[in-house]
């Protein structure tokens, strides 16, 4: 079945401390996003790629860092976590901007 | 004023009642429309997404869409326990460059 896969579902790490997350789609759908969701609220968007071309949201900190090496692959990289970076983040793909998103089922980050 | 705004809260019905969520939005010029299903820890789930004004039906649910008065909903027929989770309407716009922009959700409680 064509999907979204984060890998690790759970991560901790500790308090700046590095930490990437990945995410991977069989969908072959050209943008890519993160989003992070913390308790009760809506999924905030931190950036996407639209093919190669990578956007990053205004408000989204220098801290967080994405690559994508490839169609099916793309990162989130958090330099140096702290803890208000506890959240689920999750990566969502769609085959144009316009079009619904699909979510892969998200990795919980635990900061120490 | 919020770009999506959704009651958050919860809302509670019979089992075998209809539910309604409603939500709205500040960008004039949105032209999709997305409904999400999010069980508690997990990630969303597209239920519905509708592009014209009117009803669009798919199974039990129906999304309804009036972009003259911003306003889209999705009522949920025979509602069951299962339904029970938080519902979130997300909405295209291209404000400050082309993004979807989620609502913070509106929780459903379906009472056996």
């Known amino acids: 079945d064509a999907m979204v896969i984060q890998n690790p579902r759970y991560q901790v790490t500790q308090f700046g401390k590095p930490v990437t997350l990945s995410c991977s789609q069989t969908?072959?759908?050209?943008?890519m996003y993160w989003y992070q969701q913390k308790s009760s609220q809506a999924p905030k968007l931190l950036f996407h790629?639209?093919?190669?071309?990578?956007?990053n949201e205004a408000d989204t900190p220098d801290n967080f860092q994405s690559r994508r090496p490839n169609t099916s692959f793309c990162f989130l990289d958090i330099r140096s976590p702290g803890l208000g970076d506890a959240a689920m983040y999750l990566c969502?793909?769609?085959?144009?901007?316009?079009?619904?998103?699909?979510f892969g089922p998200g990795t919980r980050l635990t900061v120490l | 004023q919020k770009e999506v705004e959704q009651n958050s809260g919860p809302l509670s019905v019979p089992e075998g009642a209809i539910a309604s969520l409603n939500c709205t939005y500040s960008d004039r010029v949105s032209q999709s429309f997305f409904w999400y299903r999010q069980y508690s820890g997990k990630s969303p789930e597209l239920i519905m997404s509708i592009y014209s004004n009117g009803d669009k039906e798919d199974g039990r649910f129906t999304a309804q869409l009036n972009k003259a008065s911003q306003y889209v909903s999705l009522l949920i027929r025979d509602s069951q326990p299962s339904d029970s989770a938080t519902y979130l309407c997300a909405v295209n716009t291209n404000t400050g460059g082309f993004k979807t922009i989620f609502g913070a959700g509106t929780r459903l409680f379906v009472k056996a």
């Open positions: 969908l072959n759908h050209n943008v």
């Open positions: 790629y639209y093919d190669k071309d990578f956007n």
């Open positions: 969502a793909t769609s085959r144009d901007l316009v079009n619904e998103q699909f």
